[in-house]
């Protein structure tokens, strides 16, 4: 049996974190707030652990590290856009006369927080398993 590697370790606990926080939101669950907590805190640690295998990523070369990076990214985005989000609606209260602007600029985080940063964690990680599969064993 294989030893994992650090950045395997990282990667799988990445995509745990990210399957639990994306079947809450698929399923009927969020309507109830229990399970609320353990989604809050699986965000947290998905955050920290797209963080920490942007590091690891770094070391990388090549095809292997595009794909880490671009999983790793897209792992941190939805929290980081959820941030935008909310910084320009309340700029958009703030400041009615140019309100459109912070409007547009709301709307365009949440897509990004919504909808591209989970394609893109899907992509990526599909390609850095293709990757991790064709590594040569040590």
Do not use: D, W
Request: charge should be positive; proline fraction near 3%; hydrophobic fraction near 60%.
């Amino acid at each position: 049996m294989k030893k994992l590697s650090a950045k395997e370790i990282v990667f799988c606990l990445l995509i745990i974190f990210g399957i639990m926080i994306s079947s809450f939101f698929a399923s009927m669950a969020f309507e109830s707030r229990i399970f609320f907590p353990i989604v809050a805190a699986s965000s947290i640690l998905l955050f920290a652990f797209g963080i920490i295998l942007i590091r690891i990523a770094k070391q990388e070369k090549g095809k292997l590290k595009k794909a880490l990076l671009l999983t790793s990214i897209s792992a941190i985005s939805p929290f980081v856009f959820t941030l935008f989000h909310n910084f320009f609606y309340g700029l958009n209260i703030t400041f009615k006369n140019v309100s459109f602007l912070f409007e547009i600029l709301g709307v365009v985080s949440f897509l990004i927080a919504i909808f591209v940063a989970p394609i893109t964690f899907i992509i990526g990680a599909v390609c850095s398993i293709m990757h991790f599969r064709r590594e040569p064993k040590k």
